[in-house]
C-alpha cells in the first residue's frame, strides 16, 4: 500500500512517497475503500529562507568570526565557544548571508541557544 507524505529537510519541503512491504518484503494491498470526498488542503506558506545557528554547548562565546551581511558556506567557522577551558568551533550547516548575529564575545550562552542568523 502507497501512502504520501510531507517531510522538511533543511527547511525544505518535500512531498514522499511510501511503499509499505509485508514481511517478506512485498507490497501490502491496499485495502478497497469507498470514494469520499475531500475539501481541498489548505495552503501550506513555504517556510522562511533563514536558518538559525545554536550553540553546540554551554559556555562563554570566545569570539564570533563573522560579522552583519557577510556571505558565508557551509563548514564555515562562524564563532568559538568556550567552555572548561576547551574552545569549541561553532560550523555553519548552509550556505547563505548573516542576517543577525544575537551574542557577542564574553556571553554566556545555554545548549542550543541562537546564535546568529542566517538567510
Given at each position: ?22 514481511s517478506e518484503g512485498l ?12 475539501a481541498p ?79
Amino acid at each position: 500500500m502507497q501512502r504520501r507524505f510531507r517531510i522538511a529537510v533543511d527547511g525544505r519541503s518535500y512531498t514522499v512517497v511510501v511503499d509499505e512491504l509485508s514481511s517478506e518484503g512485498l507490497p501490502v494491498p491496499s485495502p478497497a475503500v469507498a470514494p469520499v470526498a475531500v475539501a481541498p488542503a489548505a495552503a501550506v506558506p513555504a517556510p522562511a529562507a533563514t536558518h538559525d545557528v545554536l550553540a553546540p554547548l554551554a559556555g562563554t562565546v570566545y569570539s564570533v568570526a563573522v560579522r552583519v551581511g557577510q556571505s558565508i558556506n557551509a563548514g564555515d567557522t562562524v564563532a568559538v565557544i568556550e567552555a572548561m577551558k576547551m574552545k569549541t568551533h561553532v560550523i555553519a550547516k548552509f550556505a547563505g548571508v548573516v542576517q543577525r548575529i544575537a551574542v557577542k564575545v564574553q556571553d554566556s550562552v545555554d545548549d542550543e541557544q541562537v546564535l546568529m542568523t542566517i538567510g
